[in-house]
């Protein structure tokens, strides 16, 4: 697959099918680097370190969960050891196309990324409910810590935690994600006026820091929503595919024929409002989406 996705304005954007498992830096470059190059690097790395060493002095990092000080490794999420174990408990992937997860069995390796994706079948649970996405790659079970953590992401003061649960995320399920090879990803948009309430939005946030690691842009813009919706977690099952019926549409100036596209979202529980954006994206060519959400609710809802 050799998909271009454009974006606003028609400007493509890089894709990166075939590429991903690189870093940004190797992606843009087949030359090797010149000496004036490397020279810069060094710098660079010298400025961070040190920025971060004052900053670290004058704000000690903490970890983003339960505040606890800690010494972050580089590149790891900014979590204690404790709350990095917590928010990704022991349960498995049992089911590809909706991403129902199912207690870990101890002898078996958490997921199987060799398997290709999405699913040749489909659980109990929704074999009779037709999804726009192709398939659901959930961090964990929305319970316990997990939901905790995406409760408080969704809060005013829930960017830093957002922003490491993006990284969270990146890091644990970065071969699924990769097996995936997306050429570009993209939140689940947020009405303005509930942006507006909230000051926050956590999609987007995870959206940037997965993109990040995977080295393919984040398009806050490809999908728009027309329309404010009611809170979904107020309504049965049924009501929520009703109430997102045509809330979104591409954005202006995008086409994405062929392109493999990674949704992202806080929780996945029905399912509808992830399929309604999927719905539009398959419409307007792209060839497959998958749903990147950090917690997937473990039981149907009455
Ligand atoms: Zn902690
Ligand atoms: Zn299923």
Known sequence: MNAEVHGCGNTPVPTSSGTLGETPAEMTSSNPP???????????????????????????????FCGVDIEPEDGEPLLCETCNRLLVPGWRLGCR???????????????????????????????????????????????????????????????????TMGELYAQRRANEVAAFRPDVVVPIPMHWSRQMVRRTNSPEILAARISRHLGVPSEGAMLVRRRNTLPQAGLPPTKRFENVRGAFRLGRGYAIKDARVLLVDDVLTTGATCSEAAKVLRKAGAQIVLAAVVARTDQPRA
Not at 38 to 51: H, I, M, P, Y
Not at 136 to 151: K, N, S, T
């Open 34 to 64: 010149s000496r004036a190059d490397l020279g810069r690097g060094v710098v660079a790395r010298w400025c961070r370190r040190t920025w971060l060493a004052a900053v670290n002095l004058v704000l000690p990092p903490r970890c983003a």
């Open 97 to 163: 196309r909706c991403g129902t997860l199912v207690p870990q069995v101890p002898e078996q390796p958490e997921f199987v990324a060799s398997k290709p994706l999405p699913p040749a079948g489909r659980c109990l649970r929704c074999r009779r409910q037709p999804y726009y996405f192709d398939g659901v790659i959930p961090l964990g079970p929305y319970r316990d810590e997990l939901r905790q953590a995406v409760v408080r992401m969704k809060q005013r003061t829930g960017d830093h935690l957002a922003g």
